[in-house]
T-cell receptor
Framework: EPEVTQTPSHQVTQMGQEVILRCVPISNHLYFYWYRQILGQKVEFLVSFYNNEISEKSEIFDDQFSVERPDGSNFTLKIRSTKLEDSAMYFCASSESGAIYNEQFFGPGTRLTVL | AQSVTQLDSQVPVFEEAPVELRCNYS??????LFWYVQYPNQGLQLLLK??????LVKGINGFEAEFNKSQTSFHLRKPSVHISDTAEYFC?????????????FGTGTRLTIIP
């Protein structure tokens, strides 16, 4: 069964460093998403991506964040200069189309710890 | 703006007992509701969804949920739980705009099954 994969499973970084979180969406999916969950808080939408551009982004997704689909398979989230408050679990998701009846399939997440 | 409230952060239940996980939502537009489950070290998996039609929705693993518009609720139920149901359960809402179906999640309910 196809699945969304994410690497690494856990990333530890120093404040101010750049991190890149990687995701491989399901191969025939066209819409991609990043969500995050700070420990004990809600899963929050960060950004959606379609046709090589951002469809929508939340207030959290400021200039420190960027997304990219560098090749035909990977979808990455970059944080340019990490802050302590960026520590969270980051989930990637993909869906076949943008229609609500198409399920978003989630990856297992990357736990980012900023020291 | 839409939001989801899951009042119970943890629910312990004896094996083979029934369970109800509560979810209340607020939305100013048409609403689409989802329950996701997260097993340890895995991604979020869709349990069931309400898009339209019958207010009683059946999902995988014997779970069902009922959409109640007057009470703005979408509670998840299972008549008899098993050890394998131990997981974190997330309620989510979307306004369903095409290509913009970002999900707004609750804080999750950790279901623990007691043997």
């Amino acid at each position: 069964e196809p699945e969304v994969t994410q690497t690494p499973s856990h990333q530890v970084t120093q404040m101010g460093q750049e991190v890149i979180l990687r995701c491989v969406p399901i191969s025939n999916h066209l819409y991609f998403y990043w969500y995050r969950q700070i420990l004990g808080q809600k899963v929050e939408f960060l950004v959606s991506f379609y046709n090589n551009e951002i469809s929508e982004k939340s207030e959290i997704f400021d200039d420190q964040f960027s997304v990219e689909r560098p090749d035909g398979s990977n979808f990455t989230l970059k944080i340019r200069s990490t802050k302590l408050e960026d520590s969270a679990m980051y989930f990637c998701a993909s869906s076949e189309s943008g229609a609500i009846y198409n399920e978003q399939f989630f990856g297992p997440g990357t736990r980012l710890t900023v020291l | 703006a839409q939001s989801v409230t899951q009042l119970d952060s943890q629910v312990p239940v004896f094996e083979e007992a029934p369970v109800e996980l509560r979810c209340n939502y607020s939305s100013s537009v048409s609403v689409y509701l989802f329950w996701y489950v997260q097993y340890p070290n895995q991604g979020l998996q869709l349990l069931l969804k309400y898009l339209s039609g019958s207010t009683l929705v059946k999902g995988i693993n014997g779970f069902e949920a009922e959409f109640n518009k007057s009470q703005t609720s979408f509670h998840l139920r299972k008549p008899s739980v098993h050890i394998s149901d131990t997981a974190e359960y997330f309620c989510a809402v979307s306004d369903g705009g095409f290509g913009n179906e970002k999900l707004t999640f609750g804080t999750g309910t950790r279901l623990t099954i007691i043997p």
